[in-house]
């Protein structure tokens, strides 16, 4: 009931603000820029969608069938982009390519395939994995070239997950903001950063809320599509089994393995010891100057406060959403479990997926931060919008943890005399303290990245990382961006550790 | 000059040698016994070609074949699950080798079909993967690999999976099957009894090498 009641309070209401607001918008109103601007995202994220599956594809099936060494590493390093803000990745590639390519399409096109890599490697992976691989064995008995094996016989039973991981994907990319911000220019927006633009520049705020509806119908008809099309494929392959992983049998195979591994570690790793490269250099040389600014007021974008300020308060509001969006999520995780309602709760708080952080952030701005509620001058707006983001993602992890937990120990429990209450947490209380905190920690990297309805609803005086980082590339100078180096590498850091812990808990599960 | 599988000391194995194996296989099945585990499989596989061999040769019709891919050795093979391509029909699973030799649709659909008549499935050539029975997959299975006519066939426990009447009778069947389209084969089995139903050609895996079973 309480997940429920706030999803419904602090998503609900939101957009119904928006929806209202959106009759508001003059005569004069004409929604040809908005299509303009939809078509060219449209394009951008299908290039983008295109090449992350393309790059991806033998990615996940190294990694998905053969066992070699520095496996798991690669496998956790590829997934690094994902759980990275895109702000950071966005600067880490600006650095990287920013002499050689101008602002525009083919960075924020790299950008988002740099990104992608990881959901078209994980959600492909996890398929093809169970992918029995004495199928290709008779494909290639029955006279078919690897590459013929592959089209015939693999990619038939890959389809579904490829629709469905390429349809998030395009989703991630047509709603880009914080690459979009940092490496694209007037051709490549999105109907996310011209939200943005109407809202903060242009104060434009009943058009803001068309570009947010459109967008909104959008997303979901994608959306939809990749799940239709990939709930028909799913059918078409009624087993799966998982399948050991081998090592590479012949000479040929163990090159080819080597090749896509060594590929795959240097794609990710490229950016991010560029980034440490222009966080550690200034135009005379190396230099710690840029991480000791971060404790000066000079070194930031407001004089309230300094860079290292701006860490303090993303912690603060990643430890908010982290109670709550963990509190929630697995609050309706458990509601799955008990409730006869639960699915369609679960199903609701689902729905921010295709919600994108722009139209989130306006949403709560027209709901919550102007008279006669307005939070925006509390620090509860952001760990709120931040709480919606990360509770799918929440659930995603903890469900199918909860589902795995044998319900026996439940009855055992009850048989012996134990309350409903009671018998649940004896059967699950182990593992939801486990689950909890892993979740927790996962909502909280969520904050620490989040740009888009950050964007919106920061206090200019007390700026997140990521929107610290975005404000001090719009200006000039060797000072502003090395110091926006060093708060992204602050970021990376505490990401990857914050992953890092997440992970070992998972293990710890495992272990008990 | 000798016809049929020729294993000259072929070392079989992933890291280590299982079996060191010697057989000549002219014509016929023959049946390989063995223990789970004892490489039975690894040994069907390095025939195959999906595992390579650690040494040694393996000829086919006086041909070396030891490292040619797969696709280029003409070797089927039957598992012990049909594994059936499941977004293919029954007919276009038996058509799937015959089109890989560049053969029109037409006439491999035709082929296919003579095949799926010739292990007792004509009619369900339109058929899903999912409507057939154990036994009835089994044999598309068989079909399929026999269509691009191979040159010897590996049979890794085909019919483990089945209930021991439909066991017995499919076993029967396909021996003769094969004998009448003159197919060697190598079929492996931990069942000494449906062995020697098979053949009298039987060798077991013992002290890391193939010996022959006297009756």
Redesign the interface.
């Known amino acids: 009931m309480i997940p429920a009641l706030f999803l419904i309070a602090l998503l609900g209401v939101p957009l119904t603000n928006i929806f209202q607001r959106s009759f508001d918008v003059g005569t004069s109103f004409e929604i040809a820029p908005q299509v303009s601007i939809a078509f060219s995202a449209a394009g951008q994220a299908l290039v983008s969608t295109v090449l992350a599956t393309c790059i991806g594809l033998p990615i996940a099936g190294v990694l998905a069938t053969h066992s070699f060494k520095g496996r798991a590493f690669t496998q956790a390093l590829v997934t690094v982009p994902f759980v990275l803000p895109t702000v950071v990745i966005a600067l880490a590639f600006r650095e990287l390519l920013g002499s050689a390519l101008a602002p525009g399409f083919l960075l924020v096109v790299i950008a988002h395939t740099y990104i992608n890599l990881a959901v078209i490697v994980r959600i492909v992976g996890a398929t093809w994995q169970q992918l029995?691989p004495?199928?290709v064995?008779?494909?290639?008995?029955?006279?078919?070239?690897p590459i013929?094996?592959f089209i015939?016989?693999t990619f038939?039973?890959l389809k579904a997950s490829i629709s469905s991981a390429a349809s998030v994907v395009f989703v991630f990319c047509f709603t880009s903001l914080g690459v979009v911000l940092v490496l694209g220019n007037s051709s490549t927006r999105t109907l996310e950063s011209q939200i943005l633009r109407e809202t903060s520049l242009l104060l434009d705020f009943p058009t803001a809320a068309i570009t947010a509806l459109l967008q909104l119908v959008l997303v979901s008809c994608v959306l939809l599509l990749g799940a239709r099309t990939s709930l028909k494929r799913t059918s078409?392959?009624?087993?799966l089994r998982f399948t050991r992983l081998r090592?590479a049998?012949?000479k040929a195979q163990r090159s080819y393995v080597f090749v896509i591994a060594t590929i795959a570690c240097s794609l990710v790793l490229l950016p991010l010891l560029s980034l440490a490269y222009a966080s550690l250099h200034n135009s005379a040389g190396w230099t710690l100057q840029w991480w000791s600014s971060l404790a000066s007021v000079d070194s930031g974008t407001t004089r309230l406060g300094s860079p290292l300020g701006a860490i303090g308060t993303s912690l603060r509001y990643a430890l908010l959403t982290g109670v709550v969006a963990g509190f929630v999520g697995v609050g309706a995780a458990i509601g799955v479990l008990t409730h006869r309602l639960g699915r369609a709760v679960a199903l609701i708080a689902l729905a921010p997926l295709g919600i994108s952080a722009a139209t989130l952030g306006l949403g709560l701005m027209l709901a919550y931060g102007r008279p006669p509620l307005d939070l925006r001058s509390s620090d509860v707006l952001i760990p709120i919008a931040h709480s919606i983001v990360a509770v799918p993602l929440v659930i995603a992890v903890v469900l199918p943890t909860l589902l795995a937990t044998d319900r026996r120990f439940a009855i055992a429990a009850s048989s012996l005399g134990a309350s409903p209450t009671r018998a649940f947490f004896t059967a699950y209380g182990p593992i939801l303290r486990i689950v909890m905190i892993a979740a927790g920690g996962l909502a909280a990297c969520v904050s620490l990245g989040e740009f888009g309805a950050a964007s919106f609803l920061t206090r200019s005086s007390d700026p997140t990382v990521p929107v610290q980082i975005v404000r001090l590339l719009q200006r000039p100078g060797e000072q502003s961006f090395g110091v926006a180096c060093a708060l992204a590498m602050v970021l990376v850091m505490g990401t990857i550790a914050l992953v890092a812990g997440i992970d070992a808990l998972g293990k710890k599960r495992w272990v008990r | 000059m000798s016809q049929g599988l020729e294993l000259r000391d072929l070392n079989i194995g992933?890291t280590s040698t299982l079996i060191t194996a010697n057989l000549q296989v002219c014509d016929g099945i023959t049946v390989i016994l063995g223990p789970s585990g004892c490489g039975k499989s690894t040994l069907l596989?390095t025939i195959?070609?999906?595992?390579?061999a650690l040494g040694g040769s393996l000829l086919l019709n006086d041909v070396e074949i030891t490292s040619a891919?797969?696709?280029e050795?003409r070797?089927?093979?039957v598992?012990q699950?049909p594994?059936l391509?499941?977004?293919l029909t029954v007919l276009q699973n038996v058509m799937?080798?015959l089109r890989?030799?560049g053969i029109s649709k037409t006439l491999a659909a035709k082929k296919a079909a003579e095949l799926l008549e010739w292990v007792g499935l004509l009619g369900y050539e339109t058929r899903s993967?999912?409507e057939l029975s154990g036994g009835q997959a089994q044999r598309v299975a068989l079909a399929?690999?026999l269509?691009?006519e191979?040159a010897a066939l590996l049979l890794d426990e085909p019919y483990s999976s089945l209930d021991a009447e439909l066991r017995t009778r499919l076993a029967a069947e396909v021996a003769e099957l094969l004998r009448s389209r003159n197919v060697v084969a190598v079929h492996v089995t931990h069942d000494e009894a449906e062995a020697r139903s098979i053949t009298s050609e039987i060798f077991r895996v013992a002290q890391a090498s193939l010996e022959r079973v006297t009756k």
């Not at chain 2, 195959?48 to 390579?52: K, R, T």
């Open positions: 029995d004495r199928k064995t008779v494909a290639r008995s029955l006279g078919a070239s013929r094996a015939t016989v038939p039973e078409a392959v009624p087993t090592p049998s012949s | 992933y596989s195959l070609g999906s595992v390579p891919p797969i696709h050795r070797i089927g093979m598992f699950d594994l391509f499941s977004h799937y080798g890989r030799l993967i999912q399929r690999a269509a691009p191979p």
